[in-house]
């Protein structure tokens, strides 16, 4: 196949959290000559494909075949690729199967490669993750297979293709915080402890604020207040305790601690509880890392645009990789559909992109 018969044959296979519509199977025959490692769990299917070329570097590609439901009100069947204007639409068209087929056709492609390279694939990402790459890293962690390096094809690019990779990943903390007072008769005020009035002189010193000041990579990890209540929906009543929930998503400057002393001054002398979760933890690449010179010089031979380096935006698999030493980064098509009716990519940046992964291939060194 060429690459964009590729492309719309990935798109027509309805493959929604976390069913892979039979393309892992596809790949895996696709894929002639490569070694296959199925681990699949709790209905998720994951594959990994590895060929050793040589004795240098592993050097691996990731993403994932499974796509978000499609909603309703699109202009066409959503697991049928229609070509118009200029755009291909297709449920996955960004996120991610343009990038999943630009990876795949690069390595089928590959005569040469002083080094191992592979692809993992998993039908898990937009759901929890929970049974997806990272249970196929701890199956290459124990096996000895893990990679140097890795490019995960997610959707990275902004106002033109090529101009944007992540080099890395913001974390994300939740947090769940319970302010305690002690309910009683609006009439008798003097009579209860109001948590709503002994939070509203606190409230402008944590909602919004930033926590650090940032850096070259990041942006400051900022306090997002997402939901406040209380009470019994009655005029009457005031109420016993107030409930905050709250998001950062935080750069390597902040973390769990941080927070905790942070909101600690702020809330002293109060009843409160406070419980914190993370889903994520940040990583960077640095840009001295080989793979993120080498592919940022095939965007510019490929493209002409100088790329920059960023690491906006919410999370991917690649946030499994980092915590075991591999040095990742991702690369993919414009990101302005993702997730949305009539998700749409153009025919250029898929063939773009399967230019860009080929290079990187072929100049590795």
């Not at 200029?86 to 990038?99: E, H, L, N, T, V």
Request: net charge negative; hydrophobic share 35%.
């Amino acid at each position: 196949m060429e690459i964009i018969q590729l492309f719309k044959y990935m798109l027509s296979k309805k493959s929604v959290t976390p069913d892979d519509g039979g393309l892992l199977d596809f790949i895996a025959d696709y894929l002639e000559g490569f070694e296959a490692v199925r681990v699949d769990k709790n209905g998720v299917k994951n594959l990994f494909l590895y060929k050793k070329f040589g004795e240098g570097d592993h050097l691996c590609f990731a993403g994932h075949v499974d796509v978000v439901p499609p909603g309703e009100g699109w202009e066409s069947d959503p697991f049928e690729p229609v070509e118009k204007d200029g755009f291909i639409y297709a449920r996955g068209a960004q996120d991610m199967k343009s990038g999943v087929a630009a990876f795949t056709q690069a390595v089928k492609e590959a005569k040469n490669f002083n080094g191992t390279l592979s692809v993992l694939l998993t039908s898990d990402e937009e759901g929890e993750g929970i049974y997806g790459t990272r249970v196929m890293l701890e199956y290459l962690k124990d096996a000895g297979l893990l990679p140097d390096y890795a490019v995960v094809a997610e959707p990275t690019c902004e106002d033109i293709f090529g101009d944007a990779i992540k080099v890395g990943r913001r974390g994300s903390i939740n947090g769940y915080l319970t302010i305690k007072g002690k309910q009683g008769h609006a009439a008798y005020p003097q009579k209860a402890v109001n948590p709503v009035h002994q939070i509203a002189p606190l409230l402008d010193k944590f909602a919004g604020v930033d926590l650090d000041e940032g850096d070259e990579y990041f942006a400051p990890s900022k306090m997002v207040i997402t939901d406040i209540r209380g009470g019994m929906e009655v005029t009457n009543v005031t109420p016993n305790e107030l409930k905050i929930m709250f998001n950062v998503r935080n750069n390597t400057k902040t973390d769990q601690e941080k927070i905790k002393n942070f909101l600690a001054d702020i809330l002293k002398g109060l009843d409160y509880e406070l419980k914190l979760t993370q889903g994520s933890y940040p990583f960077v690449t640095s840009t001295d890392t080989k793979v993120v010179k080498n592919i940022t010089k095939a965007i510019k031979d490929v493209t002409g645009v100088d790329t920059k380096y960023s690491t906006a935006g919410g999370t991917s698999d690649a946030r499994f990789m980092a915590p075991m030493g591999i040095k990742v980064i991702e690369l993919g098509v414009k990101n302005d559909t993702i997730h949305s009716v009539n998700e749409r990519t153009t025919a250029n940046e898929v063939k773009s992109l399967f230019q860009i992964f080929k290079r990187l291939i072929e100049d590795w060194k």
